[in-house]
């Protein structure tokens, strides 16, 4: 069974850090495209981060994001990883990874991922 696990939520004040974990059991990914997604209180889930199975793309899906969040990845240990930089209170929701399906390209949609962990909440409040 393909369970992606998410690891490193917690309580931050704003302008602080956190790396956040993603390990996949049960595949390689290392022809897979992962994505990492959020759920703020009251609003749908967004995609905000991939990186490409081949590591060519990196991309960043949300202005607000970008220069502090950063995606990278870990072949050898199957583990995705989000560092999080300068955090807001506006970043505050449950924070996903997922698995798209096979040789899918980076994307922000949903429905091109096909596992998904059960999320790490990440609260930014002083």
């Known amino acids: 069974q393909v369970q992606p696990v998410e690891s490193g939520g917690a309580l931050v004040q704003p302008g602080g850090s956190l790396r956040l974990s993603c390990v996949v059991s049960?595949?390689?990914?290392?022809?897979?495209?992962i994505g990492w997604f959020r759920q703020a209180p009251g609003k749908d889930r967004e995609g905000i981060l991939c990186t490409s199975s081949d590591n060519n793309q990196n991309i960043t899906y949300v202005d607000s994001l970008k220069g502090r969040f950063i995606i990278s990845r870990d072949k050898a240990k199957n583990t995705v990883y989000l560092q999080m930089n300068s955090l807001e209170p506006e970043d505050t929701a449950v924070y996903y990874c997922?698995?798209?399906?096979?040789?899918?390209?980076?994307?922000?949609?949903?429905?091109?991922?096909?596992?998904w962990g059960q999320g790490t909440r990440v609260t930014v409040s002083s």
């Open positions: 997922a698995v798209a399906y096979r040789l899918y390209p980076c994307s922000r949609f949903k429905y091109e991922y096909e596992y």
């Open positions: 049960g595949l390689t990914t290392d022809d897979r495209t």
